[in-house]
């Protein structure tokens, strides 16, 4: 048997020889210290989106990515985040931070929830399923939408947590009754209806792309004659475009929204509030929650960041009327921060995709994990362990820029 003694001799010798042999091939050097990132795995959300987009096709990727016009409200809505510091509070007990709540009739581990985007295939072969089990996996609801690539039901059956169903109104009225209906079979526990959509935002990457959604992806909820347009390749236009102009129906008025409340017993959040005016109306027409959002910047580019009227919004509203807000969240801080600014939970679109695309499942698990564990940081952090500590006193408009 070896002594001890010499077991270290032998491990310093061979140490010598790896670092040797390291420092005369640099290139492999960095081979090898990548090889530990991936043991560790990425530990930010940019990380995941830089593998992300080494795994998918340039045009799948710009659609994922991109914003409309010239992506100023796309690049706003995250520089906003930078514009607020997080107040810390000392000396308070913080043994037990709890990021629970109540939302919608549903215990959430944490207040953030998946954003609803449309063909999650474009991202990984099993799309919604693999999503819908991370998501349920960690507590958190998906907002499945209208143009997911897998069925209502198939999604229902695999999830374990909360689902809400994404809209867009169609011009076909029939085929949004008939999806509404079939969600409430499902188990869906709420209706999102997308309201800054009457067409679908300039997005030029997909323009100059000719982008159209690959045959092997569709929107399987939907007659495939409602969704042929998507797939209709043509020179310097966006298939998505061209279908939504076709499809969407930009007639709609808050006068319509009786009519689906009619369809349905469940409750009704409208996704795409960027006024006080508009919430106020919002409210005053039935809706159970609202959503500050600006489509990620995909549609109307000049649109305020989301963070910016957040507070507007939630100020014209009834206390009792959640507000959620998207667009640019990448971090636990940034939930905070919504929070403090009078958000309810946040959705989370891009980074859910990037998981998705990166490593199916598990992906979407371990952004979701690290947005909720960097969010108990932050509680932690900030002395603020329960949800209700949250408030305007948690953030300072910070000029210079995070
Ligand atoms: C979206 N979004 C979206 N919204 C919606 O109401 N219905 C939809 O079908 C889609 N589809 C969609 C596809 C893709 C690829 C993206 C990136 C986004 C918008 C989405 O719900 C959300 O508002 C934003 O994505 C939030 O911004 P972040 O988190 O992506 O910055």
């Known amino acids: 048997m070896q002594t001890l003694a010499q077991t270290n001799r032998q491990i310093k010798v061979y140490t010598n020889v790896v670092q040797t042999f390291y420092a005369a091939k640099p290139g492999l050097a960095r081979a090898r210290s990548s090889a530990k990132e991936s043991v560790v795995g990425p530990l930010t959300p940019a990380e995941v989106e830089r593998e992300a987009r080494a795994r998918l096709p340039p045009e799948t990727w710009d659609f994922i990515q991109g914003g409309s016009g010239a ?62 089990r991370a998501a349920g996996r960690a507590g958190l609801p998906l907002v499945a939408g209208i143009f997911a690539s897998r069925t209502l039901e198939e999604i229902a059956a695999v999830a374990t947590g909360p689902l809400w169903l994404q809209l867009y109104w169609l011009r076909r009225r029939e085929a949004l009754a008939a999806l509404v209906e079939r969600a409430e079979a499902a188990g869906y526990r709420a209706l999102v209806l997308t309201v800054d959509a009457p067409r679908v935002g300039r997005r030029l990457r997909d323009v100059r792309n000719g982008f159209t959604v690959p045959e092997g992806v569709r929107a399987v909820n939907l007659d495939p004659s409602l969704m042929a347009a998507s797939h209709r390749r043509t020179e310097g236009a966006s298939g998505i475009e061209a279908h939504a102009r076709e499809q969407f129906d930009p ?15 469940l409750p009704l959040v409208l996704k795409g509030i960027l006024t006080a005016e508009d919430a106020r109306r919002a409210a005053d027409h039935g809706a159970a929650a609202l959503v500050v959002s600006n489509h990620g910047g995909r549609q109307l580019d000049g649109a305020p960041p989301t963070l910016a009227v957040l507070p507007e919004v939630v100020g014209a509203v009834p206390a009792d009327l959640p507000v959620l807000v998207d667009g640019g969240v990448r971090h636990g801080t940034d939930v905070a921060v919504a929070l403090a600014l009078g958000a309810r939970a946040v959705l989370v679109g891009r980074p ?51």
């Open 71 to 132: 992506e100023r409200t796309l690049a706003a809505n995250l520089a906003q985040f930078g514009r607020y510091a997080l107040r810390p509070r000392v000396l308070v007990d913080v043994s037990a931070c709890d990021p629970s709540l109540e939302l919608l009739g549903d215990r959430l581990s944490a207040p953030i929830a998946i954003a609803p985007m449309a063909y999650h295939q474009l991202a990984h072969p099993e799309g919604e399923l693999a999503t819908a």
């Open 251 to 265: 007639t709609l008025t808050w006068d319509d929204l009786a009519w689906l409340r009619g369809r349905s017993s």
């Open 352 to 402: 859910v995709l990037w998981g998705l695309a990166r490593a199916g499942e598990a992906g979407v698990e371990q952004v979701l994990g690290l947005l909720r564990s960097e969010l108990e940081d932050a509680m932690a952090l900030l002395g603020r362990p329960r949800l209700r500590d949250f408030d305007r006193s948690a953030v300072a408009h910070w000029d210079h820029g995070m």
